[in-house]
């Protein structure tokens, strides 16, 4: 009888879990937010099919006017520095690929100044200041291999920059200009006319970015861009008249080339990932440490 005793008791010690475990819970993956969270930081890199983001630049732009004669040296086109912003939203494949558009106040220039003077006397005119890209990026070196958590990446792009048709202004000036050391000063006057061009600007981009994941949710990068302006956005024209020379004529054509130095803030808003994949990564990876 006390065998039967303890057989009884034997199988009511196996039962009893079995029945406080329903049959949800067991197949139920234990809430541990904070667990899972650090295996999607450190193991969920390449299982990212894709995501959307949406970031904020600020960038440095500058660019400089052509300018085709400089009248014997008396007027010269300077570069023009100018710190500016943008906001894209963008589309990343497999953390290798991305595509983006948005719209960035990016104005294109023209400067011109009027040489030995003191103070320096210069002009400088813009256009509507409103460029659209499009843009898209390829990952070329991961530096946190194998989970793709930074690396550089290359891009190219196009921006078009619409413009309106309007008289950006006209400026007339008077001096006197000394030809040699002997000869008498000679009165001249400086007329300009600037413009921007009816027809919608377009420029096209090539640059080179480092991004780092700061989180799940933020990235930060930084950026050198390289653009060429395809068609004239703003143009100077000058006249320039003395007593002793015929009228003369110069022109500065501003297409926007020039440089961009940046950093971007991104925040990823939606992202599709492989789960199971990030499981079997713990696993495989708790297998190698036991071995």
């Known amino acids: 009888m006390i065998k039967y005793y303890l057989l009884y008791v034997l199988l009511g010690l196996a039962?009893?879990?079995v029945c406080g475990q329903g049959v949800t819970d067991y197949y139920q993956l234990p809430e541990n937010g904070q667990q899972y969270k650090r295996l999607l930081s450190r193991y969920g890199g390449p299982q990212v099919r894709d995501r959307w983001y949406v970031s904020?630049?600020?960038f440095v732009r500058t660019d400089r006017a052509q300018l085709d004669n400089s009248l014997n040296g008396l007027i010269q086109s300077d570069p023009v520095g100018k710190a500016s912003w943008g906001v894209v939203v963008?589309?990343?494949?497999?953390?290798?690929?991305?595509?983006?558009?948005?719209?960035s106040r990016m104005p294109i220039h023209t400067q011109m100044s009027i040489t030995n003077t003191v103070p320096t006397v210069s002009f400088r005119y813009s256009n509507d200041q409103n460029a659209f890209v499009l843009r898209g990026k390829r990952l070329l070196l991961s530096t946190s291999k194998p989970w793709l958590r930074s690396g550089f990446w290359v891009s190219g792009g196009m921006w078009v920059a619409p413009n309106t048709t309007q008289q950006e202004g006209v400026v007339s000036i008077t001096g006197k200009r000394y030809s040699g050391r002997w000869?008498?000063?000679?009165?001249?006057?400086?007329t300009t006319q600037t413009t921007t061009n009816a027809q919608t600007a377009t420029l096209a981009e090539?640059?080179?970015?480092?991004?780092?994941?700061?989180?799940n949710a933020l990235d930060l990068g930084l950026s050198v861009r390289k653009l060429w302006g395809l068609a004239n956005s703003v143009t100077t024209d000058v006249t320039y008249t003395a007593n002793?020379?015929?009228?003369?004529?110069?022109?500065?054509?501003?297409?926007?080339?020039?440089?961009?130095?940046g950093l971007t803030l991104r925040y990823n808003f939606a992202v599709r990932r492989a789960l199971s994949n990030v499981l079997e990564v713990q696993g495989k990876s708790k297998i190698s440490r036991i071995r």
């Open 56 to 58: 904020l630049e600020s």
């Open 244 to 261: 002793r020379s015929a009228a003369q004529q110069a022109q500065l054509q501003g297409a926007g080339s020039g440089m961009s130095y």
């Open 183 to 190: 000869e008498a000063p000679e009165m001249f006057q400086l």
């Open 90 to 103: 963008g589309w990343a494949y497999h953390e290798r690929w991305m595509v983006e558009g948005g719209y």
């Open 206 to 215: 090539l640059g080179a970015e480092y991004n780092v994941r700061l989180s």
């Open 15 to 17: 039962v009893l879990p």
